[in-house]
């Protein structure tokens, strides 16, 4: 089973993820820039440090975590429940490992790649995987080119994930919606166009 669950910041989307393992262990993939954490009295770096301690409590010893950008090579060889939290952090640490904030050309086909892989790898998994993954296109254009390549490109990579998903949710204010049986643009389309 492939779930994709959605949202904005502090929506309730990651309780909502941990919840669908309902008690089974499960493998955390965090797979994000991994901060430095080398100053203990830099502000930034003790609210990152808060932020994970949290969410690894929140979890219970029970849960292996695994920081890393791999995440098609971590689906391919696992045989536990997966929960990759976040897909926004994940296309933020492979732009940032290829340096193509300021390239677009290189960013969106470094994303294309590992986007191919990613479906790859959901496609040959057999066991329960959740993703996570924030909701960004809802508000302004961004103002910066940086900015509008990563809502661009989340947008894409969240849409390619919800074509393959068994499930999609969708949470907002702490609601949850369930996607999961809406159709997809293309099939929506075709419906219309009997009319």
């Given at each position: 089973?492939i779930t ?6 502090r ?5 909502l ?5 309902a ?19 830099d ?10 301690d949290?969410?690894q409590a929140r979890?219970?010893?029970s ?7 791999d995440v098609?090579g ?9 929960l ?9 640490r ?33 066991c ?11 508000g ?7 900015g ?8 894409r990579l ?24 809406s159709?997809?643009i293309?099939p ?8």
């Open positions: 089973m994709l669950v959605l949202g904005g910041v929506s309730g989307k990651s309780v993820a941990e919840g669908l393992f008690g089974r262990p499960a493998r955390y993939v965090a797979p994000g820039p991994v901060p430095r954490r080398t100053d203990p009295d502000a930034a770096d003790r609210e990152w440090a808060e932020r994970v949290a969410h979890r219970g010893p849960w292996t975590t695994l920081e890393t950008g098609a971590v689906l391919r060889t696992a045989g536990h429940p997966i990759v939290d976040c897909l926004g952090t994940w296309l933020t492979l732009v940032d490992d290829a340096q193509a904030w300021e390239d677009r050309l290189l960013a969106r086909a470094v994303l294309a790649d590992a986007r191919d892989a990613l479906l790859a790898s959901l496609d040959e998994s057999s329960d995987v959740v993703l996570v993954s924030n909701e960004v296109g809802l302004v254009v961004p103002a910066t080119a940086s509008r390549l990563f809502r661009d490109e989340l947008g969240n849409a390619a994930v919800a074509a393959v998903a068994d499930e999609v949710l969708l949470v907002v204010a702490g609601r949850v919606i369930d996607l999961s049986g159709p997809g293309a929506f389309l075709a419906t219309r166009s009997g009319r």
